[in-house]
C-alpha cells in the first residue's frame, strides 16, 4: 500500500492561488500514474486531475480546465497541484492517490492519503 502525504491547502480569497504538494516514499512512485480528488462536505469524493507516470499526459476534470495544473517530480517522489483563479465551489478536502491510466481513464487503487483543506472564501 502507497503511503501519501498531502500538504499546502489553507483559507485563500476567490481569485487566489494554492499549490498543494503530495509525498511519498514509495521507491515505485515514478511508476504510477497519479491522481488528484476533491471531496466536499456531503458531496462524494471527484475526480479533479490526473497525471501518466511520465508526467508527458495530464488530465482534468471540466470544472478546474484551464485553472488548475498538475505536475511530478519523480526524483522528489511529488506530485504537485497549483490551483489558480480559485472559486469558493472549489472548496473541499482534497486527496491525492496512485492509481491507472486507461484510455485515459483515471481509476485508483484505493489507497488515500489524510487530505488537505482548501477553502475558498467569496
Known amino acids: 500500500q502507497v503511503q501519501l502525504v498531502e500538504s499546502g491547502g489553507g483559507l485563500v480569497q476567490a481569485g487566489g492561488s494554492l499549490r498543494l504538494s503530495c509525498a511519498t516514499s514509495?521507491?515505485?512512485?515514478?511508476?504510477?500514474?497519479m491522481g488528484w480528488f476533491r471531496q466536499a462536505p456531503g458531496q462524494e469524493r471527484e475526480f479533479v486531475s490526473a497525471?501518466?507516470?511520465?508526467?508527458?499526459?495530464?488530465y482534468y476534470a471540466d470544472s478546474v480546465k484551464g485553472r488548475f495544473t498538475i505536475s511530478r517530480d519523480n526524483a522528489k517522489n511529488t506530485v504537485s497541484l497549483q490551483m489558480n483563479s480559485l472559486k469558493p465551489e472549489d472548496t473541499a478536502v482534497y486527496y491525492c492517490?496512485?492509481?491507472?491510466?486507461?484510455?485515459?481513464?483515471?481509476?485508483?487503487?484505493?489507497?488515500w492519503g489524510q487530505g488537505t483543506q482548501v477553502t475558498v472564501s467569496s
Open positions: 492517490t496512485a492509481g491507472s491510466l486507461v484510455a485515459g481513464r483515471f481509476s485508483d487503487f484505493g489507497s
Open positions: 514509495e521507491r515505485t512512485f515514478s511508476h504510477y500514474p
Open positions: 497525471i501518466s507516470w511520465s508526467g508527458d499526459s495530464t
